[in-house]
């Protein structure tokens, strides 16, 4: 079945590094990718839309300086957390869709297994 | 706005037991797609099952079915013989047929106990 491989899984950093996050289909190209964020017990929250090719799609109250999202190819989109800080720490979550896929949208999204991000 | 909504927090049931997870959406559209996930304490998100609003017939994956009453908006997942591994967080979600993002409930925490 489809995969998605998201690296790194964990990353520890110093406060107001930038730290990039990679999100892959493996075997099926992506034109769409989504970004989310999930702080410990609580559901998942959208962050932004990636679409290849153009300008990724944030939800509100998503600062676009700080999550820069790159989507440069189909099977490849990047999340930067620029000069993080401690309350950037949290789990992010990526998923990509199968726009091929004869069971259209049923075919649901495929997520990657999360990074663990933690600023000290 | 599409909203999701489930009311148990936690829920807690006996090993080999059964067990209904409730979930209930708005949405003003006639046609969409809704999905029961699982994360594990791994917090890998594994797709449980899924229902297209435009069918009736209930889905059912092995031990794991659904109660879809569309005129309710309800979208129940009932987990049958209960298993320890079943023990993770379940959220139920909500995708448009504009296919533009999929849309989480807040989640169920469920504990299987030996």
């Known amino acids: 079945g489809a995969v998605v491989s998201q690296h790194p899984s964990w990353v520890i950093c110093k406060s107001g590094t930038s730290v990039k996050i990679e999100c892959r289909s493996l075997?099926?190209?992506?034109?769409?990718m989504f970004w989310y964020r999930q702080f410990p017990k609580q559901s998942l929250m959208l962050m932004a839309t990636?679409?290849?090719?153009?300008?990724?799609?944030?939800e509100q109250g998503v600062e676009k300086d700080k999550f820069l999202i790159n989507h440069a190819s189909l099977t490849l989109s990047t999340l930067t957390v620029t000069s993080a800080h401690p309350e950037d720490s949290s789990f992010y979550i990526c998923?990509?869709?199968?726009?091929?896929?004869?069971?259209?949208?049923?075919?649901?999204?495929?997520f990657g297994d999360g990074t663990r991000l933690s600023i000290l | 706005a599409q909203t999701v909504t489930q009311s148990q927090p936690e829920m807690s049931v006996q090993e080999a037991e059964t067990v209904t997870l409730s979930c209930t959406y708005d949405?003003?559209?006639?046609?969409?797609?809704l999905f029961w996930y699982k994360q594990p304490p791994s917090r890998q998100m594994i797709l449980v099952i899924r229902?297209?609003?435009?069918?009736?017939q209930n889905a059912t994956e092995n031990r794991f079915s659904v109660n879809f009453q569309k005129a309710a908006k309800s979208f129940s997942l009932k987990i049958s013989d209960s298993q320890l591994g079943d023990t993770a967080m379940y959220f139920c979600?909500?995708?448009?047929?504009?296919?533009?993002?999929?849309?989480f409930g807040p989640g169920t925490s469920l504990s299987v106990i030996p």
């Open positions: 998923s990509a869709s199968n726009p091929d896929s004869v069971r259209g949208p049923l075919e649901a999204q495929h």
């Open positions: 075997d099926f190209q992506a034109t769409t």
């Open positions: 990636s679409n290849e090719g153009s300008k990724a799609t944030y």
């Open positions: 949405t003003s559209e006639n046609n969409y797609y």
């Open positions: 229902q297209e609003a435009y069918k009736q």
């Open positions: 979600a909500f995708l448009s047929t504009s296919y533009d993002k999929v849309i």
